[in-house]
């Protein structure tokens, strides 16, 4: 079994900046991307930016050039820098992974709880 922890979710003014982290932890034998996802009220959860086992990344237009995402691959911790907020960047965020885990050695996608972000105007 593998487990995502989200943490730095918060209150945050227009323009202002958060960092997200999410940590994979359980019977891990290796993680091939990670990522993070948003949802909003009454929206459908979309795709924020991901990051691949090779390091290539992929972002929203939404967010491009403003949000950066990283990885500690010996932490199994993927980061989420979040600058120049909007009050439309606020969302429940979740952090997912493509895990392949040492019971199965099959690739499956692991999903976090989620972080609250609000970002007011």
């Known amino acids: 079994q593998v487990q995502l922890v989200e943490s730095g979710g918060g209150l945050v003014q227009a323009g202002g900046s958060l960092r997200l982290s999410c940590a994979a932890s359980?019977?891990?034998?290796?993680?091939?991307?990670m990522g993070w996802y948003r949802q909003a009220p009454g929206k459908q959860r979309e795709l924020v930016a991901q990051i691949t086992s090779g390091g290539s990344t992929n972002y929203a237009d939404s967010v491009k050039g403003r949000f950066t995402i990283s990885r500690d691959n010996a932490k199994n911790t993927v980061y989420l820098q979040m600058n120049s907020l909007k009050p439309e960047d606020t969302a429940v965020y979740y952090c997912?992974?493509?895990?392949?885990?040492?019971?199965?050695?099959?690739?499956?996608?692991?999903w976090g709880q989620g972080t609250q972000v609000t970002v007011s105007s």
């Open positions: 359980g019977s891990i034998f290796s993680i091939n991307a």
């Open positions: 997912n992974a493509l895990v392949v885990a040492t019971t199965s050695l099959v690739r499956r996608d692991y």
